[in-house]
């Protein structure tokens, strides 16, 4: 069992950065791949960004190729996104999950957060 919790989000100017965090329970974190989805209002769930258990490969989705990193750090059981040059239409609930491998979707992952709010204004 994996328990994910989110933070980082908020409201942020076009153009600004943010970084997300997601924190993780458990012994074996590190035996996770990790992915991040965002579902934007109106919009079905839509993949990001995920990075193998310990980081030898990570994919992104290709209209945040450039400005979104994924990152982990095994020792503090977390998983970050950062997110540089947001635009409006990042504007969405960013979710971080966990899957036994790395994966683009989301019905291959067993775990997963509650979400966090990201708000871009123009």
């Known amino acids: 069992q994996v328990q994910l919790v989110e933070s980082g989000g908020g409201l942020v100017q076009a153009g600004g950065s943010l970084r997300l965090s997601c924190a993780a329970s458990?012994?074996?974190?590190?035996?996770?791949?990790m992915g991040w989805f965002r579902q934007a209002p109106g919009k079905e769930r839509e993949f990001v960004a995920a990075i193998t258990g310990n980081g030898d490969r990570i994919y992104y989705a290709d209209s945040v190729k450039g400005r979104f990193t994924i990152t982990r750090d095994n020792a503090k059981s977390t998983v970050n996104l950062r997110i540089n040059s947001l635009k409006p239409e990042d504007t969405a609930v960013y979710y971080c999950a966990a899957a036994q491998r790395i994966a683009t979707m989301g019905n291959n992952y067993n775990y997963w957060g509650q979400g966090t709010q990201v708000t871009v204004s123009s």
């Open positions: 458990g012994r074996t974190f590190s035996t996770y791949a």
